[in-house]
């Protein structure tokens, strides 16, 4: 390194698909045949509104690798990402001033996406399995609840793995209160022999919500929603059929349904688990020893506990003095909730393995170092 160079910040921030061999050159073949497309003017000058009947086959034919059998294509609906998603959920399942229940840490958008709707975000307790169900129990005897938004697999941010016996015991609730489940299973597809979805548990209860952000890319804002019949699909969609936010971009469900289609997507997402669990291997050989790292082996990012005197802006701040950046846990805290003593520490936004294995040198050397 010459004497005026410094190195870049490894930004450990955010998690997304890590790239892999494969990708580009599958993406462009689905680029060249999609632009070859007969209907290409179509795509690019019509509506998709929520998917053709092929793009909703093929998203059908594509989840029951994660839900063990084809969902009704009828049920099934292409949408512009989970946060356009998640606000049309919001806003039909729960009036204005009416309350859902979310695990006391949840991804960062939720209480945004609560605030734009005007609806509260109760918190319901967690544990190293996820979502407890005597929590949600507890909450649903004491307010009228629209919904639950459960991440149970792959949860954001404590990487825990609901198991089956807890899925159940939260369908249970659910099903005692008619609580209606809004499951976020984003990291499904890539998890390593994970449960089964919540969908498959409680079908007439669930809508189920799969991004590809996590399995193909951030960048083709899409996802897949699923309703829990097809008459409490017809209700959501029957009084916004003009709201275009939500919508699949055209090109977006032409490029994925083709990479479905040509098996090239199951590829990319066993490239994809493969990368991440060679990262996982790298986060285990730097910070597993020290006993303050929990995390799954299909986990895009790290969750640490801090080890005292540590908190985590003095932590955070620490940290960006050597270099790495990180992102402060409040903004996966539901209202009421103290999370001072964790980090997460993403092991995707690192771009090679030499610079996470750098970040995450500093990381352990903080820690062990616990002034």
């Known amino acids: 390194m010459s004497g005026g160079e410094t190195t870049a910040p490894i930004d450990m921030t955010r998690t997304w698909a890590p790239q892999v061999p494969a990708f580009r050159e599958v993406v462009e073949r689905s680029l060249t045949a999609v632009a070859r497309a007969p209907d290409l003017v179509s795509i690019i000058q019509r509506h998709r509104f929520h998917g053709s009947a092929r793009d909703k ?19 099934l609906l292409m949408t512009g990402g989970t946060q356009n998603t998640l606000m049309v959920l919001f806003s039909r399942l729960a009036s204005q001033g009416a309350a859902i229940a979310a695990e006391k840490l949840t991804y960062a958008a939720i209480g945004q996406l609560a605030m734009l709707g005007r609806i509260s975000v109760l918190p319901v307790d967690i544990d190293e399995d996820g979502m407890r169900d005597d929590s949600l129990e507890s909450l649903c005897k004491a307010h009228n609840l629209a919904a639950v938004y459960i991440n149970p697999t792959g949860h954001n941010p404590t990487t825990s793995m609901m ?10 609730v659910a099903r005692k209160y008619a609580l209606p489940i809004i499951e976020d299973d984003v990291h499904g597809l890539i998890a390593n022999n994970p449960p089964p979805p919540l969908a498959s548990i409680a079908p007439d209860l669930t809508w189920y919500l799969m991004s590809v952000s996590k399995c193909l890319g951030i960048g083709l804002r899409t996802a897949f929603l699923i309703a829990p019949s097809d008459d409490g699909l017809a209700d959501l969609l029957r009084p916004i059929p003009s709201v275009s936010s939500w919508f699949v971009p055209g090109l977006s469900a032409a490029i994925i349904t083709h990479l479905i289609e040509s098996g090239a997507a199951s590829h990319i997402v066993g490239q994809i688990s493969k990368e991440i669990a060679a990262r996982q291997d790298i986060a285990q050989e730097m910070l597993g020893h020290l006993g303050m790292m929990r995390t799954n082996r299909s986990s895009l990012h790290v969750w640490i506990d801090l ?7 003095p932590f955070i701040q620490a940290a960006r003095t050597k270099g790495v950046i ?20 993403s092991l995707i936004a690192p771009s090679t393995h030499e610079d996470l294995r750098r970040g995450l040198s500093v990381l352990a050397t903080l820690l062990l170092s616990r002034t």
């Open 326 to 345: 990180l992102r402060h846990p409040r903004v996966f805290a539901t209202p009421g909730t103290n999370v001072e003593q964790n980090i997460r520490a």
């Open 57 to 75: 086959q093929a998203g059908a034919d594509w989840l029951s690798n994660r839900l063990g059998a084809p969902p009704n294509p009828t049920r």
């Open 307 to 313: 080890p005292p005197p540590w908190t985590a802006e």
């Open 163 to 172: 198991s089956l016996e807890r899925r159940q015991k939260v369908v249970r």
